[in-house]
């Protein structure tokens, strides 16, 4: 099975016979799955996307769309096979087809590669040359389809332009010149396109020609917009001159960070790659550090505190993904603040310390280094609110947000700050914090058993995703919904065990290569153990999880599941005071749960203290992304033991 989009929406089988897809709406409702990207779309989401005022039986007609397409798509599965193509998913349906197999996923897969290695332009070039048109070409008069074809359309001139820079700073491109004459004419507001074409003309010994197209572009520019020549076509146009053109690398990405960009133009790349996840996340948190001490070499100390306090990338999670990274942060940005002293201007001295809040996650903080933070969170916040600054304030309350973990039990307070965070970047247009005001309620609300309210939250925080090319949004949603379906294998009727643990691990794949190990590490193993608890089951006991720094709470359950009585009890004992983050009220029900088991009086006491507050939460389910059953299970047991004899 093959889907194409990039043009007229069609589809073939494997043998290359087309599919009929039926009319306009069926199209339409294909091409909506595959612009989700495999994440399930409700069946309300298509209603409202379909139509502008829906008619009274949209819900069926929508059915009807479905049940054709699968047909369709399917033309030999047996009845009642379940699809595996077009398939049914909680209270919508998805498409299940392999990246590779949609021409879309294709491009946007081969763009991502070339950026960070130049040398998979020759992958890229093919995609591009697979463009039949606009993309979704026949879905005309949906605002979503409109939404995608913008996207896709900048994402289109953004590889033509890798593609020629990756070409000419290799020493190759004089071919180019006939297309990105043609890339000019279509696009002459794209100084990038002026720039290349020069260079392409230059690379083909027509020096003349070069510096001719420059002075076009700079009449054009000055003439019809009022603008002077950005410092790249001025460089070039000296460089030609000069006799001077500079090489590049080639091995070395165009889009690449501190070796070759100054502080402030490594910090801005590292800022925007961040959202990208994966490999891009990774190496945004690397450039961020190179940036930040490339501009403490200046001795600047101003320049030195905008380069740490533009790294305003929205944080979710209470554990670094790289606490050595953070802590070189938290150092130079402490040291910059008390360097400055009353010098500091106040939008500076706000950023700083919403860094120093954000950036000390608190698991792993001692006490000390834990009001340390709180208190940084607090003045960050109280100046942002007394400058009016809203993207500051965000900023702030993400700070305020991730040192909100002080006890068990403060879900309706993060709730709270979720929703002012949501609020101030709907309205002044910060969509990046908008998504996490959104994850942020949707953590909340799942903590407290609202799972129809986290839901929206979801759906909402996917919506705004698709369109600010937020990634790593659907791989949290996934694993909400994982999460949903374990707590209702619970209920009669309700899904398997067994496909509630299939559905954790299709999370936790997607999870492998988002860039964030801080979350990923140990988060698996965590859901199973939560999932085996809901059924009254012992813990899982195979050698090869991996429990990352949930096993001192995990091991006492796993050391009973193998019957190891003694060894549990010493492993029991030696349990620390659970870490304040999102994962607290899960790890004191662990520790409860196995003081139970164990009738250990004291430490049962020591739990049901510390889980009192939380007693209307679901342990583990602060992280929106596993549950291990409501704590008041887990607190009567331990409030019954200590009270036991």
């Not at 949209?58 to 009642?80: K, Q």
């Not at 290349?196 to 054009?220: N, V």
């Not at 900023?395 to 993060?414: D, E, I």
Request: one cysteine or more.
């Amino acid at each position: 099975m093959r889907i194409d989009v990039l043009g007229a929406v069609r589809a073939f089988h494997d043998d290359g016979e087309p599919v009929g897809l039926g009319g306009p709406r069926h199209r339409e409702v294909l091409a909506r799955l595959v612009a989700a990207e495999g994440r399930m779309v409700t069946t309300d989401t298509l209603v409202d996307d379909l139509w502008t005022d829906p008619p009274a039986r949209a819900v069926g007609a929508v059915r009807t769309f479905v049940a054709a397409l699968r047909r369709a798509l399917e033309p030999d599965r047996p009845p009642r096979v379940p699809p595996r193509v077009l398939v049914t998913e909680g209270p919508g349906y998805a498409l299940r087809l392999p990246r590779a197999d949609v021409d879309v996923h294709r491009f946007e897969d081969a763009l991502a590669r070339a950026r960070r290695d130049p040398g998979a332009v020759d992958g890229l070039g093919t995609v591009l040359a697979s463009w039949r048109g606009p993309a979704y070409a026949d879905v005309t008069g949906s605002a979503w389809a409109q939404r995608e074809r913008t996207r896709l359309e900048e994402l289109r001139l953004e590889g033509v332009e890798l593609r020629a820079r990756i070409l000419l700073d290799s020493g190759k491109g004089t071919d180019l010149v006939a297309e990105l004459g043609a890339h000019v004419g279509e696009h002459p507001w794209r100084e990038p396109a002026w720039e290349l074409l020069a260079r392409a003309l230059h690379r083909a010994g027509r020096r003349a020609d070069a510096l001719a197209t420059l002075r076009r572009a700079r009449t054009m520019l000055v003439d019809q917009l009022g603008l002077d020549p950005g410092a790249g076509l001025r460089r070039l146009e000296t460089g030609i001159l000069n006799g001077t053109v500079p090489g590049a690398d080639p091995r070395t990405p165009w889009t690449g960070s501190g070796a070759r960009f100054g502080p402030r133009t490594t910090v801005d790349l590292a800022r925007t790659l961040a959202l990208a996840g994966g490999d891009a996340l990774v190496h945004s948190r690397r450039d961020r550090l190179a940036a930040v001490e490339a501009a403490r070499r200046t001795g600047d100390l101003l320049l030195t505190a905008r380069i740490i306090g533009a790294y305003d990338v929205p944080a979710l999670w209470s554990r670094a993904d790289d606490p050595g990274q953070a802590r070189a942060v938290v150092e130079a940005a402490e040291h910059t603040l008390t360097a400055l002293g009353a010098d500091c201007p106040t939008d500076l001295a706000a950023r700083l310390l919403a860094t120093v809040a954000v950036e000390s996650r608190s698991a792993g903080l001692s006490e000390a280094g834990l009001e340390h933070a709180r208190r940084a969170a607090r003045k960050a916040e109280a100046l942002a609110r007394e400058l009016a600054d809203p993207a500051l304030l965000v900023f702030a309350l993400n700070g305020v947000f991730l040192q909100s973990f002080t006890r068990p039990g403060l879900a309706a307070v993060r709730d709270g700050i979720g929703a002012e965070i949501l609020d101030v970047a709907t309205r002044h247009g910060l969509p990046h914090f908008a998504v996490l005001g959104r994850l942020v309620r949707l953590q909340s609300a799942s903590a407290l058993g609202d799972l129809d309210a986290a839901a929206c939250h979801a759906e909402a925080a996917e919506r705004l995703a698709a369109r600010t090319e937020a990634p790593l949004v659907p791989v949290l949603t996934g694993w909400f919904r994982a999460r949903v379906t374990a707590a209702r294998s619970t209920a009669p009727g309700g899904p398997s065990a067994a496909s509630s643990a299939a559905r954790y691990r299709a999370a936790e794949e997607a999870l492998r290569t988002a860039g964030m190990p801080g979350l990923h590490r140990g988060l698996f193993p965590l859901a199973l153990l939560g999932l085996r608890l809901l059924h009254d089951r012992p813990a899982p006991t195979d050698p090869g999880l991996d429990w990352g720094p949930y096993l001192p709470w995990a091991r006492p359950l796993v050391l009973l599941a193998r019957e190891r009585d003694e060894q549990a009890r010493a492993a029991l004992a030696a349990v620390p005071e659970p870490p304040r983050d999102h994962m607290q009220e899960a790890l004191w029900c662990l520790t409860a749960r196995a003081a139970v088991r164990l009738g250990e009086r004291g430490i049962a006491a020591r739990a049901a203290a510390a889980l009192r507050h939380a007693r209307a939460e679901h342990a583990g389910a602060a992280c929106g992304m596993l549950t291990l059953g409501p704590v008041t299970r887990y607190l009567a047991e331990a409030e019954a033991c200590a009270e036991a004899g």
